[in-house]
């Protein structure tokens, strides 16, 4: 059994051991991910771009043989005689390029292309870590969701017969009854929605990894969000410019197009070959029957361009432009990275500050919750309203806390990205927030 089908085994005995967390995930979508895989064959078809373009400063040699069967007739001097004999032959040469510009621009394009497609598989690599993180966190919100609604529901039940209790007992109103109604069939409604984007999330993971797990690893209790290391936005965006596989890829992109042009530009040049062959041949002609032929021959061949209808001068202009359009490309992609690492650094920033304030409001509202509930027990001072109002706060407080804590987590992981440098130690820190099993089957 090779290396990856025995990692796979195991790692799929882990997972039917315990829940999955997010670097099992990350592991199982390397393995058999197809999205992942697609990336790894276009990577390797990719490289063979350095021998492809080397090929063509290497000898070419060509073997050619025949055999004809001649049947006919011949007249000469008034004398007819029938024609039937065999011609055959074999010959191999070879052709070792020595001064040839185009051939040399096509082995610099191909080293090019073969660092492209490293760099594009290096962008994939970490856009599906980037969106394997988000589709494990949609089916952990999902799951959360379904909790609070379910929650929140069992709060507007006992809301509504509180709210019945007291009309039975006199102290009540139909319009608090009403009211709660309403506010438990918006819950139900909310419900149904959280459990069909559960669907919708696992299907999405499944996409990615190519099997939907039964349980996974969800959010644990504490939460840190430790300063970033640097902790200043330039040394970011110093290492986003030099490090980003986008970047990396359209600089490629504009060395194989500026390499197209001195190709092109280099069709007005001379090219000098060296050539070798030899030759066998039986009766190869009418003039050469019963005759065997054998030779070799060895030479330089120059070819030298003298006129091609304005072509190669038109695909020297063509080249330009397109190396002109990959340089606009390249400095796109650079502002674009950029962009992206600013603003993914100050989401990890606000995002912090976001959590921690989500935290102080859960708190706030859970006391709130409980003078609102004790004010319409026992001192009025609180209105049915009023407690059905303080529970929806409190339930939107803790989903907007969970999902601050994902984005925050996610924002981590885009910057990492942003700058190229996403890895399995980056997975692994995110994952260490993971901890508790959460049943996502149902």
């Known amino acids: 059994m090779n290396r990856p089908c025995l990692m796979l085994c195991l790692l799929g005995v882990a997972m039917q051991a315990s829940a999955m967390d997010l670097k099992q995930a990350w592991d199982l979508l390397q393995y058999q991910g197809p999205i992942y ?5 276009e ?4 490289s063979e771009n350095r021998a492809i373009g080397q090929a063509g ?24 005689r029938d024609l039937d004999y065999d011609s055959k032959g074999a010959s191999v040469r070879l052709r070792q390029p020595l001064f040839n510009k185009q051939k040399m621009a096509e082995y610099r394009q191909g080293q090019q292309r073969a660092e492209y497609s490293v760099a594009v598989f290096d962008a994939k690599s970490q856009d599906a870590a980037v969106s394997l993180a988000e589709a494990y966190f949609d089916v952990l919100l999902a799951s959360e969701t379904i909790n609070l609604a379910k929650a929140k529901l069992n709060a507007f039940e006992e809301q509504l017969a509180s709210a019945r209790r007291r009309m039975e007992l006199g102290d009540g109103t139909v319009t608090d009854i009403d009211e709660s109604v309403a506010r438990r069939d918006l819950a139900e409604a909310d419900l149904i929605e959280a459990q069909d984007n559960l669907v919708n999330a696992r299907r999405k993971l499944e996409e990615f990894i190519g099997e939907t797990p039964a349980s996974l690893t969800t959010l644990q209790p504490g939460f840190s969000t430790p300063p970033l290391l640097p902790d200043n936005l330039q040394d970011w965006l110093v290492k986003a410019q030099a490090d980003s596989p986008l970047i990396q890829a359209r600089r490629h992109s504009y060395e194989v197009a500026a390499e197209e042009v001195k190709r092109a530009r280099a069709g007005h040049w001379p090219t000098l070959d060296f050539v070798a062959g030899y030759t066998a041949s039986s009766s190869q002609s009418i003039s050469e029957l019963n005759q065997r032929n054998h030779y070799s021959s060895v030479g330089l061949e120059l070819n030298i ?22 340089l606009d490309e390249l400095d796109a992609a650079r502002q674009a990275v950029i962009s992206e690492t600013t603003r993914e650094f100050h989401g990890v920033q606000s995002g912090a500050l976001r959590v921690q304030a989500l935290e102080k409001a859960v708190a706030s509202n859970e006391r709130s919750l409980l003078s609102t509930r004790k004010g319409f027990k026992e001192g009025g001072t609180s209105t049915n309203s009023d407690v059905l109002n303080a529970e929806e706060l409190l339930y939107d407080a803790r989903h907007d806390l969970f999902e601050a804590k994902l984005n925050y987590l996610l924002s981590r992981l885009r910057l990492a990205s942003s700058v190229g440098s996403l890895g399995d130690d980056d997975i692994q820190q995110i994952n260490d927030y993971l901890g508790p099993e959460l049943v996502v089957s149902n």
């Open 305 to 326: 361009p003298l006129y091609s209808g304005g072509g190669t001068s038109a695909l020297t202009r063509q080249a330009g432009a397109n190396s002109s359009k990959a």
């Open 37 to 41: 895989q697609a990336a790894v064959h």
């Open 57 to 80: 400063l290497l000898p070419q040699i060509n073997a050619v043989g025949y055999f004809n069967k001649i049947n006919g007739s011949q007249s000469q001097y008034g004398l007819d």
């Open 43 to 46: 990577k390797q078809a990719g």
